[in-house]
């Protein structure tokens, strides 16, 4: 489940980090056996609206500075890698705002057999929100720490292949006085998914998703079980399309009688083209629940993506996204209509080093008074990569 912000699920962007949206393969170093590669990117860009305000906004050039590490170790039937990312965020023209931030990861794969693979991974986070804050003009302060573990039985060109998972999440507020106390939350859940193949390329699946959202606070209304039960298939048809495409129905059920249970058709469409080897097309659709925010119960959220990636030559590649998402405060006479559209350029000054012009625009069409804003951010930025 992911974190709460204004937007309970944000739309994926890449605009703000051309360096994501295309690199050659990194080399590593090797250390005693393991294979470690570091990185730095770093980047300058303007916000004209970084705290997403109706009124009385704040602009600022914002220098990023996000050296990254990457150490990992691989096998016939294994794979673990560990990644550290500290990034120091400074605001020229708002220094209160400038914040770092560390994240922390670990991943593993394990093959015991033919039939049978674990996957693991952790993820803790420190971070600064400076959007839709709980004190105007005060960054939120929020730490996380998570777990996922998926057990799988049956090889992937089997007829029959099961999905076992579980995880636990841990959501904590650094603030003063308490702020966001409220928000502070344990949540843990188990998942199982059937797929049969119905095809070469071809396999149908049958998901359900069982979540526990514990909150700290005992008076708590959002305390909650959320149960969901999917239905879809997954395809790799050729080397130019591949998709996954799930629809079903969820259901929350709050543990205080004060607050409704809520039902909701749910879906995720995720499609991929390329036409070219140097050029995809991606689309991504999604409805689902989220947990409640600035008051609600629980938020129910729809959006869709569209991307495009093209390489022009071997060293320019532009990527463009548009974005619409909807989401509707249960609990609140509250609807929000966001859209975002971005812009991205990179270019491939050596092997080593990226160059990246990326233009963000975003704008919130909001019921509730003072929740409505438009942002332009332009930025540039460095990737620098061994």
Excluded at 137 to 142: E, H, S, T, Y
Aim: charged fraction near 25%; aromatic fraction near 12%; glycine fraction near 6%.
């Amino acid at each position: 489940m992911p974190l709460q912000s204004r937007y309970p699920v944000t739309l994926i962007m890449v605009f703000l980090y051309p360096e994501l949206a295309w690199s050659q393969d990194r080399q590593a170093i090797d250390v005693y056996g393991f294979d470690f590669t570091p990185a730095f990117v770093l980047a300058e860009s303007y916000d004209d609206n970084f705290r997403e305000l109706e009124h009385d906004v704040q602009a600022s050039w914002v220098t990023k500075l996000a050296p990254s590490f990457e150490l990992k170790a691989e096998d016939r039937n294994s794979a673990t890698r560990v990644i550290w990312e500290p990034t120091r965020y400074i605001y020229h023209d708002h220094t209160d705002a400038s914040n770092t931030a560390q994240d922390l990861r670990a991943d593993s794969i394990m093959e015991f057999t033919d039939r049978q693979r674990l996957k693991l991974e952790l993820q803790a986070r420190k971070w600064e929100d400076t959007t839709s804050t709980a004190v105007k003009g005060i960054n939120d302060k929020v730490d996380s720490k998570r777990v996922n573990g998926v057990y799988t039985y049956g090889a992937r060109s089997a007829a029959n292949q099961l999905d076992f998972g579980a995880h636990y999440e841990q959501l904590r507020y650094d603030n003063s006085d308490g702020i966001n106390d409220d928000k502070e939350r344990n949540t843990d859940g188990i998942s199982t998914t059937w797929y049969h193949r119905i095809g070469s390329k071809t396999r149908s699946l049958l998901e359900y998703n069982h979540t526990r959202f514990d909150y700290l606070q005992s008076n708590s209304l959002r305390s909650s079980k959320s149960d969901a039960l999917l239905a879809g298939a997954e395809w790799d048809m050729t080397a130019r399309t591949t998709g996954k495409v799930r629809l079903g129905f969820e259901h929350k059920n709050f543990d205080k009688s004060e607050s409704k249970d809520l039902n909701n058709p749910t879906w995720q469409v995720d499609l991929q083209w390329k036409p070219r080897t140097y050029s995809t097309f991606s689309f991504l659709a999604r409805q689902a629940m989220a947990e409640g925010d600035d008051g609600s119960d629980a938020v129910k959220e729809t959006f869709t993506q569209f991307g495009w990636r093209h390489g022009w030559t071997e060293r320019i590649t532009t990527v463009a996204q548009v974005g619409v998402g909807r989401y509707v405060y249960e609990g609140e006479n509250r609807t929000d209509n966001l859209q975002d559209y971005s812009l991205a350029v990179v270019y491939e000054m050596r092997r080593w080093l990226d160059l990246g012009l990326g233009y963000q625009f975003r704008t919130n069409d909001s019921d509730a008074d003072n929740q409505g804003f438009n942002r332009h951010v332009l930025q540039v930025s460095f990737d620098v990569h061994l």
